[in-house]
């Protein structure tokens, strides 16, 4: 086993079995290829026996599962063998395990380590070994959430604030802001001043950002939520393009049985029109909640229907939602509108086909039109013909191609372990690498 081997492998679940098949092996009652595959430097598998025989209580055996992958330096094997130890009432042993990777400068066994620190009663320990890496905008919020454990507020306010008051690399005022390291400094001075209980600096400080939503939310809004300032977060509702404030002050309102008052904030016009999409599809989704499926069908058809409305997401989410409400006619005749307008039909628009014939009834119908597109999509005929208890054939035409970890995910529910294994262990090679292979004028790297 080699540690960089291992992290290429995770990071791109290149040439082994990946998360989501490892628990399908196990689901299935193959167990014992999960266990004899962890032996052979398969780490989901390992990671996953692990957890099978920690709950089991089998703490020594679990340990030596992962015991060979923590002894090449890995740092995720490390984490996760120190997570267990912290979960066994064994804390002191998981940071000493896992201290020298943080102290290596190992990004994320910092911000492991530090967490362990803090939950362990050493939060001035952990503030002390992040305190060097407060530009670093992960690592600078574990600091402020290590800091209040700490009694360390002020000391992380003064970092941050240094950090904010720094000279700018840009000469341009327009760029001020842009040049903070970490670029979530404002937000996370902002707060410590909240939970300091001085929310009116939070405030001034959060109305100076340039970036408002961050992750589909607005630390501001979210502020003004939880302190009851509904009339303040109205008006910065109403001057915010973006939607995010809107929807923050629409679950407000929703959450205190003010519907009405949701769907109104839902519907102001928005400048934006990535503003319109958002708060559209949020109007959506609550009306549905509420059960009230026609009107959140007319919000749709009218996203679709307005200019640049026809992308396929927005068509997509139509189509589905008709589906949800027992109406995929509907849908497929809003398609065939399209393709009657156009003249034809592109492909994204095509597969959101599939499924409503599906939902119609017309199962065999949607697999004969997929098999004869000029696109063909071997994946998307596969998964019609598995959904139709057709996997042998599915199977079939997914060797035909290079199918990789859907035909290995077939081949698994047909009861084929040792040949899904061996795919996903050794994929084909891609077209590229074989023509270096074959290839005459290709010259071998010797």
Known sequence: MDAADLDYKTRTYAACIPPHLVSRLIELGHTDEVEFQARRGEWFCAREQARLLAE??????????LAPYVATGWWKAV????????????????????RPHAEAGERSALGFVARLLARHGRADEAFTLLRPH????????????????????????ALLTACIDAPRSCDDASCSRRGIEPFNAVDLLAAIRERQGRVEEAI????????TSVNGRDQLADLLARHDRIE????????????TA?????EVLEARGDVEGAIAVYRQPRRSGFGRNHVAVRLVELLVRHGRGEEATEVLRSLADSP?????WIVDMLCTHYADQGRPEDGLAYLDALKARDGEEAWEFFRIRLPLLVACGRREEAIHLAMTHPERDTWAIAELLADAGRTEEAVALLEQDDGGSILADYLIDLGRIKEAVAILQHPKPSPAKLLQVDDPTHEPPF
């Open 204 to 211: 001034a400080l959060l109305h100076t950002r340039e970036t």
């Open 79 to 98: 984490e996760a063998m120190a997570a267990m130890l912290e979960e066994w009432g064994r804390g002191d042993e998981a940071i000493v395990l896992a």
């Open 134 to 157: 407060v530009e670093d905008a992960w690592l600078a919020a574990v600091l402020v959430d290590v800091a209040e454990g700490a009694g360390r507020d002020e000391d992380a306010a």
């Open 232 to 243: 303040e977060l109205r008006e910065y509702a109403a001057a915010k393009s973006l939607g």
């Open 308 to 312: 640049g409305g026809e992308e396929d």
């Open 56 to 65: 089991q209580g089998r703490r020594a055996e679990a340990s030596e599962v």
């Open 246 to 250: 809107a929807q923050c002050l629409a």
